[in-house]
């Protein structure tokens, strides 16, 4: 019995191939300055909501670890990074300067959040982060 060759097999055989490549292509962490953005507004949100003051302060720790990214100063290794994979941090990620600007004065609050250890004064702090990172468009 002789076996041929079918094109139909040959072009599915390429598409697959093609399709591999496209993704081994692909950044595996593009950039989402918006979303990172987002998230550290969110865990400013949620150090606002905390009920004691160890909470506040590690969820102040993920907005700074979101805003500045694992090469950044003030990330902290030891506390986790909500934003690990939407890219290098939003102050990194950031090229408009009016952005960058509200991103700093974010983090600048949220660094000088982690020295206070008066819950009530952390959780008006972190809505105040909040609502700085909400504004940024």
Not at 15 to 25: F, K, P, T, V, Y
Not at 44 to 63: V, Y
Request: hydrophobic share 45%.
């Amino acid at each position: 019995m002789r076996r041929t060759f079918m094109p139909t097999v040959a072009l599915g055989l390429a598409a697959i191939g093609a399709g591999w490549l496209m993704l081994r292509s692909a950044p595996a962490d593009a950039a989402d300055q918006a979303k990172e953005v987002e998230t550290a507004a969110i865990h400013a949100g949620l150090a606002a909501a905390s009920k004691d003051i160890l909470l506040a302060h590690i969820h102040l720790h993920h907005t700074i670890n979101c805003l500045v990214g694992p090469r950044g100063a003030g990330y902290d290794g030891n506390e986790m990074n909500p934003c690990v994979h939407m890219g290098d941090g939003a102050l990194p990620d950031t090229t408009d300067t009016t952005q960058r600007k509200a991103l700093e004065a974010a983090l600048e609050h949220a660094t000088a959040g982690l020295a206070v250890n008066e819950l009530a004064a952390v959780q008006k702090i972190a809505t105040e982060i909040q609502t700085q990172l909400k504004a940024v468009k």
